[in-house]
C-alpha cells in the first residue's frame, strides 16, 4: 500500500463542486484582487477566530512581520520566541530590526515553555510570540499573565493551528494579534500562498491593513511606508469555501490521532500529548522515538511517507546569535517524526501505518 503524507487532491475531490464554482464565479467577474470574495472571507474568518478584525496578506511570514510592524517593534528591541519551531517565526523578527531572544520548548508539549519565560525577559523585551505547535495551543492563560505583569505584547503564531481552542476560547484570540499561514498543506490551506492578521484591536488592525497595502489608507494617500502583502482573490474564494468544512475535517483529523494513539500506546514511542482543557487540531502527528531515522527509512519501504518537522531548532541553524543552551530542542530534535495525517485517511490506511510500526518495533 502507498499512503502519501498529506493527500489535497483527496480534499479537493471531496468538495470538487463548490470549489469549482467558488473558482468560476471569481474568473466570470475577473474579480483577481479585492472586492466581495476577499472581503468575505476576511470577515468569515475573524468571525471564525472570534475577533473583530481580519486582515488578509501574502502568506504567513509576511503576516507576523505585518503585526510586529504594527505593533512598532523594530531595531534594539527584543521578542522572545520558541527555539524549537519553523524558521519564519524568528526571522520576522530579524526582518523588522528586532532581536529573537529563543526560550525552550516543553518537552511533552513542544510548545513555548511558559516557566522559562521571565529569566529571558530583559529591558529591552517588547513581545512574545509563542507557537501553537502541531495543532496544539501554547498556553496562553499564563503567557498573557507574564506578559501583563511585564507590560509585553503578544503574538499568537497560529499557523499550525486553525480552530485550535483553550477551554473553548480559539486560538487567535487571546493575544495583540494574531498570524495565521493559508499554505495549501495547512488545517485550512489554499491553492498557494496565503496569511492573514487577526485581533480585537482597531487600531493595531488599521496599521496592518495600512502596511499590508503599500501604506495606503484609502486609493493614493499613502500615508506610511508599506508592502504590497495581497491575498489574491482566488484564493479568497477557495479558503472561504473550505473554511465551511473547516470543523468537519478536525473533527476527523481527531478521529485519525486517536486511532494511532490507540494502536501506538503500548510501544516505546512518545506520543503527543496536550493538558486538559486544550484542544489539538493536529496539523501534525509528530511521533519521538530515538529509532527515527530508522524507523523512517522502514515506513518507507513499506510505502508509507513520512516527514521530519523540523530537523534543527533554530539556534542550530547559524543564522540567530545565542548564548543559552536548549537542552529539550536539541534532545527532541533527532527524535521526532511526523505521520501521515489529513482528514481523508481510511481506517484501512491507518492500520497499515500502525501496523508497520509495531513490525519494525517487534523486530528490534
Not at 73 to 94: C, F, H, K, M, R
Not at 114 to 125: D, F, P
Not at 135 to 150: D, E, Q, T, V
Not at 339 to 347: I, K, Q
Request: net charge negative; glycine share 6%; hydrophobic share 40%.
Amino acid at each position: 500500500m502507498e499512503i502519501p503524507f498529506v493527500d489535497l487532491k483527496a480534499q479537493y475531490q471531496s468538495i470538487k463542486p463548490d470549489i469549482d464554482h467558488a473558482i468560476q464565479q471569481v474568473l466570470n467577474h475577473t474579480a483577481f484582487v479585492g472586492g466581495e470574495w476577499l472581503a468575505a472571507f476576511e470577515k468569515n474568518f475573524a468571525a471564525f477566530v472570534q475577533v473583530p478584525f481580519c486582515v488578509s496578506c501574502a502568506n504567513g511570514t509576511d503576516a507576523i512581520e505585518i503585526a510586529l510592524e504594527a505593533l512598532g517593534i523594530g531595531a534594539n528591541d527584543e521578542v522572545l520566541v520558541p527555539a524549537y519551531t519553523w524558521v519564519s517565526t524568528a526571522s520576522a523578527v530579524s526582518r523588522v530590526g528586532a532581536t529573537p531572544v529563543l526560550v525552550d520548548v516543553h518537552p511533552q508539549y513542544y510548545t513555548l515553555d511558559e516557566q522559562q519565560i521571565e529569566s529571558k525577559i530583559t529591558a529591552k523585551t517588547k513581545a512574545i510570540i509563542p507557537v501553537h505547535f502541531y495543532g496544539l495551543p501554547a498556553n496562553m492563560p499564563a503567557i498573557m499573565a507574564i506578559a501583563k505583569a511585564h507590560n509585553l505584547r503578544v503574538i499568537e503564531d497560529c499557523a499550525q493551528a486553525h480552530g485550535a481552542t483553550i477551554n473553548g476560547q480559539p486560538v487567535g484570540s487571546f493575544g495583540d494579534m494574531a498570524t495565521f499561514s493559508f499554505y495549501p498543506g495547512k488545517n485550512l490551506g489554499a491553492y498557494g500562498d496565503g496569511g492573514a492578521v487577526c485581533t480585537s484591536d482597531a487600531t493595531y488592525a488599521e496599521k496592518a491593513r495600512t502596511i499590508a497595502r503599500l501604506g495606503q489608507q484609502g486609493k493614493h494617500n499613502h500615508v506610511a511606508i508599506g508592502r504590497n502583502s495581497r491575498l489574491d482573490t482566488l484564493q479568497a474564494a477557495i479558503l472561504d469555501v473550505k473554511l465551511r468544512h473547516l470543523p468537519t475535517w478536525t473533527a476527523q483529523r481527531q478521529q485519525v490521532a486517536q486511532a494511532y494513539e490507540q494502536g501506538l500506546v503500548s510501544l516505546p514511542v512518545q506520543l503527543p500529548g496536550k493538558p486538559t482543557g486544550f484542544e489539538h487540531v493536529y496539523h501534525l502527528y509528530v511521533i519521538q522515538t530515538p529509532e527515527r531515522d530508522a524507523l523512517q527509512d522502514f515506513l518507507k519501504e513499506q510505502g508509507v511517507q513520512t516527514q521530519i518537522h523540523y530537523p534543527k531548532p533554530l539556534h542550530a541553524l547559524g543564522i540567530f546569535k545565542q548564548v543559552s543552551e536548549y537542552p529539550v530542542a536539541d534532545a527532541m530534535a533527532p527524535k521526532l517524526l511526523s505521520l501521515p495525517m489529513y482528514a481523508e485517511l481510511t481506517n484501512a490506511q491507518i492500520a497499515y501505518i500502525v501496523q508497520a510500526i509495531c513490525t519494525f518495533f517487534s523486530r528490534q
